[in-house]
């Protein structure tokens, strides 16, 4: 009988061990993006795109991501929506984290569909604003490094009303610059290859939330069971996607193998 408890307590512990690992062990997945419309400047330039945080906590006021952050020597930092999660809306758990990332580089922000839930969209923005974050809302900036530029756009959650095709019409793309769109959404991709997008950095899918060896995620919000869309590069002619598996949880509350991530994209001049 003492010899079956030990056996059933080392499986829950166990358990318990693989299943925190699972949703707190933080990663970093790195790509490179080569293109000869990236200027000679841009080489080597790096984004560090945080996604889907959900009010997820890693360490004291956020300490671990922060760390995870500064490793990577961000140029740009870039948060691809659902900082908060409208089902536990906490503002400060993730303004403690734009509290210190934001003396790293500069940081872009783009709305998530928990965002436009909270029915509090404004007052995110407003406080992001304030802290120095420069809120994307449809629009597109020159990015300038030694006399060379890129563009940046981003565009708002569908939720806001619009479809993905007119807000990036309404974010007036140039044709020429190389051009990194920041979309929360992921299953719109073909709406930023249609716009002439280089490359989209997305989130949202949050991996797949299970994710299945040799087969990929379970199931995402937007795209159903076996997504298309959840983890990693995909390519379309000359536009790239860029999905990040995410941070933390929303309706489901647990991941399985599928390790919260930061993503880090350097642009390659050729």
């Known amino acids: 009988m003492f010899k079956k408890l030990v056996k059933y307590f080392l499986a829950i512990a166990s358990l318990i061990v693989f299943l925190y690992v699972n949703n707190n062990w933080l990663t970093v997945s790195k790509y490179i993006v080569e293109s000869s419309k990236i200027p000679a400047s841009f080489d080597g330039y790096r984004i560090v795109q945080v996604s889907d945080l959900h009010d997820a906590t890693f360490g004291e006021n956020q300490q671990r991501l922060v760390n995870k952050i500064q490793q990577e020597k961000p140029d740009m930092i870039v948060i691809t929506g659902d900082i908060i999660d409208s089902n536990r809306y906490d503002l400060q758990n993730s303004l403690d984290l734009i509290d210190q990332i934001i003396e790293l580089a500069e940081v872009y922000y783009v709305t998530g569909n928990h965002e436009v839930a ?14 120095g974050v420069r809120v994307l809302s449809n629009e597109t900036l020159p990015i300038e490094r030694d006399g060379e530029t890129i563009s940046l756009t981003g565009i708002e959650d569908p939720l806001m009303g619009d479809v993905a095709t007119d807000m990036i019409a309404a974010s007036n793309v140039p044709s020429d610059a190389f051009t990194v769109l920041l979309a929360h959404r992921p299953e719109d991709f073909q709406s930023y290859v249609d716009a002439g997008i280089d490359v989209t950095l997305s989130g949202h899918a949050h991996g797949g939330q299970f994710r299945i060896p040799f087969v990929g995620g379970l199931v995402a919000p937007g795209q159903g069971y076996f997504p298309k869309f959840t983890a990693g590069i995909y390519e379309q002619d000359q536009s790239k996607l860029i999905v990040s598996r995410g941070l933390g949880n929303s309706i489901i509350p647990i991941r399985l193998f599928n390790l919260p991530e930061i993503v880090v994209v350097t642009l390659k001049s050729n």
């Open 118 to 131: 909270t029915n509090d969209v404004d007052e995110i923005k407003e406080q992001l604003t304030a802290r």
